[in-house]
């Protein structure tokens, strides 16, 4: 296995935060489309008429930022990366590129469960994607800072994606709750805390 390290390491790294970075930029270009109308109605008026946008444009900013935390905090365990490290990233990237067009098209939708299915399976992408460098990082000889490497927690990804699937499956049997079906992330690092404990007993 050929593995490459130190300067690539880092262009990889500042070529995905580039991306996050452009990605973020194109969820505001619809409101920046929305602004003229302020001038023909109240500002209060343009918030109210659009506010299926702004929600859409919060919610995934801050999906969005999660992710690229996350990103960021995974790769501060990397000393080396090889070529299934860049696949994944770009797999990864993929999906956070797409988010701004599926953001823009829930805005623009009434509910509908495979506008939802979308938008959270995009999710479910990057977080499994985000699981796959994790292990990855974890179990390849070489890749992992092995000072700090144990302390990354794979489960942490994993967890996080069962959970979007989930939500995925309700927002599409039940599209009266549709997104509000994300609220189940909330239950993430409950639900991780108890995986771990139980991994730790069988070990």
């Known amino acids: 296995?050929?593995?490459?390290?130190?300067?690539?390491?880092?262009?990889?790294?500042?070529f995905s935060d580039a991306t996050v970075a452009i990605a973020i930029t194109l969820l505001i270009l619809p409101l920046v489309d929305l602004?003229?109308?302020?001038?023909?109605?109240?500002?209060?008026?343009?918030?109210?008429?659009?506010?299926?946008?702004?929600?859409?444009?919060?919610?995934t900013f801050a999906v969005i930022g999660r992710f690229w935390s996350?990103?960021?905090?995974?790769?501060?365990?990397?000393?080396?990366?090889d070529h299934r490290i860049v696949t994944v990233n770009l797999v990864w990237l993929a999906s956070i590129?797409?988010?701004?067009?599926?953001?823009?098209i829930l805005s623009n939708s009434s509910g509908e469960p495979s506008v939802s299915a979308l938008?959270?399976?995009?999710?479910?992408?990057?977080?499994?994607?985000?699981?796959?460098?994790?292990?990855?990082?974890?179990?390849?000889?070489?890749?992992?800072?092995?000072?700090t490497i144990a302390r990354l927690q794979v489960s942490t990804a994993v967890v996080f994606t069962?959970?979007?699937?989930?939500?995925?499956?309700?927002?599409?049997?039940?599209?009266?709750?549709?997104?509000y079906a994300l609220l189940l992330l909330l239950l993430a690092p409950a639900v991780g805390r108890f995986w771990s404990g139980r991994r730790a007993a069988r070990t």
């Open 70 to 81: 996350a990103h960021h905090r995974v790769f501060e365990f990397a000393i080396a990366y």
């Open 1 to 14: 296995m050929e593995v490459r390290t130190e300067r690539g390491l880092d262009r990889l790294v500042n």
């Open 35 to 59: 602004a003229g109308e302020v001038k023909s109605e109240s500002l209060g008026s343009f918030f109210h008429d659009h506010l299926s946008a702004l929600t859409s444009f919060a919610i």
């Open 97 to 104: 590129v797409f988010l701004p067009f599926a953001a823009n």
């Open 119 to 147: 938008y959270i399976g995009t999710m479910i992408v990057t977080s499994g994607a985000a699981a796959v460098l994790d292990w990855l990082l974890v179990h390849t000889p070489g890749l992992g800072n092995p000072e």
């Open 162 to 179: 069962c959970l979007l699937v989930l939500s995925m499956l309700i927002a599409v049997v039940f599209p009266v709750i549709g997104l």
